[in-house]
T-cell receptor, first 110, second 112 residues
Framework: EDQVTQSPEALRLQEGESSSLNCSYT??????LFWYRQDPGKGPEFLFT???AGEEKEKERLKATLTKKESFLHITAPKPEDSATYLC???????????FGAGTRLTVKP | KAGVTQTPRYLIKTRGQQVTLSCSPI?????VSWYQQTPGQGLQFLFE???????NKGNFPGRFSGRQFSNSRSEMNVSTLELGDSALYLC???????????FGPGTRLTVT
């Protein structure tokens, strides 16, 4: 069965303190790995899709990387507005549903 | 382009009742998926519709059903509501040949 595990569950950073979020996965035939950001009471907002090991994508202070077993979301010099829950999801080639991890709740203090 | 819209945004129902939620996808998107999000279970896949046909279904009881119309709008129905059905119900759409899904704001369902 496909599995997605995110760590840590919660992370508190000072503004400007860079860090990484981890997403470990097991899937039979990866179609894609997705990162989303979710603010309280809102739907997830799409950030990145990664398709193959070695791929990297960047957007502002965020950078996502992918290996055959895990993905990292690196946050460089975070700001308080980066505070949110970050969700990782995998999609297998054999079907179209996404399996989500439980998320990492990030808090950035000014 | 307008994003995914869901109505209603909030709903309070009593155990045993049924409820219908509505989702309008991004213009041009023909795939619509539904998810249930709870604090304990996280985001769980319910089903996906494409061109009015259900293509995939998650592990939920038959009380959860859906349909899609010719204009790609989708509805989700839950019959005989239980307290455990209280959740944020999210709809997501995606375009052809794109795998990322775009989510709506969700419908917060409370069952009392």
């Amino acid at each position: 069965e496909d599995q997605v595990t995110q760590s840590p569950e919660a992370l508190r950073l000072q503004e400007g303190e860079s860090s990484s979020l981890n997403c470990s996965y097991t899937v039979s035939g990866l179609r894609g790995l997705f990162w989303y950001r979710q603010d309280p009471g809102k739907g997830p907002e799409f950030l990145f899709t990664l398709y193959s090991a070695g791929e990297e994508k960047e957007k502002e202070r965020l950078k996502a990387t992918l290996t055959k077993k895990e993905s990292f979301l690196h946050i460089t010099a975070p700001k308080p507005e980066d505070s949110a829950t970050y969700l990782c999801a995998v999609q297998a080639i054999r079907n179209n549903d996404m399996r989500f991890g439980a998320g990492t709740r990030l808090t950035v203090k000014p | 382009k307008a994003g995914v819209t869901q109505t209603p945004r909030y709903l309070i129902k009593t155990r045993g009742q049924q409820v219908t939620l509505s989702c309008s996808p991004i213009s041009g998107h023909r795939s619509v998926s539904w998810y249930q999000q709870t604090p304990g279970q996280g985001l769980q896949f319910l089903f996906e519709y494409f061109s009015e046909t259900q293509r995939n279904k998650g592990n939920f009881p038959g009380r959860f059903s859906g349909r899609q119309f010719s204009n790609s709008r989708s509805e989700m129905n839950v019959s005989t509501l239980e307290l455990g059905d209280s959740a944020l119900y999210l709809c997501a759409s995606r375009g052809i040949d794109h795998y990322e899904q775009y989510f709506g704001p969700g419908t917060r369902l409370t069952v009392t």
